[in-house]
């Protein structure tokens, strides 16, 4: 009876453990990356990496993202957005990608001429403590603003240039919030967002993206991102 018992539960964990390896079905060599469409102008984009293209993130429309998607990792690994309707490429980089690290790749910049930008970051996505969010800020538009960044009434962040990517900050997590970026020297040319909702053990990215001076499709617009 015990000799039974025994290799019924040797079966057991056999089966367990060979349901397992079929469900996880992640290659061991992968990062995990979010690409986010903060291109003013454009409409919908696939994404390309490895020169291959991603079918978890294409036709991604304009502020959309990806969520975060296993790729192949690698020390020089091609990444390309390009125009879902007409397949016309918009901007590409070679970047490092390290095994189980966590990045985000934006499309920034205006559709038109030449001010297209792929900005690039490594995202620490370590929970933040008891009580707390955590918020990072993305400068995606082509107007060559320096932001001040307030997360309610406190000035988190400032001079956040054109292309750059913050840490993130542990703020109390709050409802009802408002968000600000406003370039101190042009006091006009600000973003906004009304009572937003930061929670505890939250991570977020607040983008900027657009033009002061561009049309009702491309004005300065804030998006927040969940980052988990």
């Known amino acids: 009876m015990k000799k039974a018992f025994l290799a019924l539960s040797v079966l057991a964990v056999i089966i367990a453990f060979t349901a397992?390896?079929?469900?996880?079905?992640?290659?061991?060599?992968?990062?995990?990356?979010?690409f986010v469409n903060g291109c003013a102008g454009?409409?919908?984009?696939?994404?390309?990496?490895?020169?291959?293209?991603?079918?978890?993130?294409?036709?991604?429309a304009f502020l959309?993202?990806?969520?975060?998607?296993?790729?192949?990792?690698?020390?020089?690994?091609?990444?390309?957005?390009?125009?879902?309707?007409?397949?016309?490429?918009?901007?590409?980089?070679?970047?490092?990608l390290t095994t189980n690290a966590h990045y985000s790749v934006f499309a920034g910049g205006l559709v038109s001429g030449t001010?297209?930008?792929?900005?690039?970051?490594?995202?620490?996505?370590?929970a933040p403590a008891s009580g707390m969010a955590?918020?990072?800020?993305?400068?995606?538009?082509?107007?060559?603003?320096?932001v001040s960044c307030y997360?309610?009434?406190p000035k988190i962040d400032s001079n956040v240039s054109l292309g750059t990517v913050t840490p993130f900050f542990s703020i109390t997590a709050a409802t009802g919030v408002n968000v600000l970026f406003q370039d101190p020297a042009f006091p006009t040319k600000l973003a906004q967002l009304a009572t937003q909702n930061f929670?505890?053990?939250?991570?977020?990215?607040?983008m900027l993206?657009?033009?002061?001076?561009?049309s009702l499709t491309s004005v300065l617009t804030l998006t927040v991102i969940n980052n988990n």
Do not use: W
């Open 20 to 34: 397992c390896k079929k469900t996880n079905s992640t290659p061991a060599n992968t990062a995990n990356v979010m």
């Open 209 to 214: 993206t657009g033009t002061y001076t561009g």
């Open 151 to 153: 997360v309610g009434t």
């Open 115 to 126: 001010s297209t930008s792929l900005v690039f970051s490594a995202d620490d996505l370590t």
């Open 42 to 60: 454009t409409n919908n984009v696939d994404v390309s990496v490895n020169n291959a293209k991603l079918t978890s993130a294409s036709n991604l």
């Open 64 to 96: 959309k993202n990806s969520g975060y998607q296993s790729v192949t990792s690698g020390t020089a690994v091609p990444v390309a957005f390009s125009l879902t309707a007409t397949g016309t490429p918009l901007i590409n980089a070679t970047e490092s």
């Open 134 to 146: 955590k918020v990072r800020f993305v400068n995606l538009s082509s107007d060559n603003l320096n």
């Open 199 to 206: 929670s505890s053990g939250k991570i977020y990215t607040i």
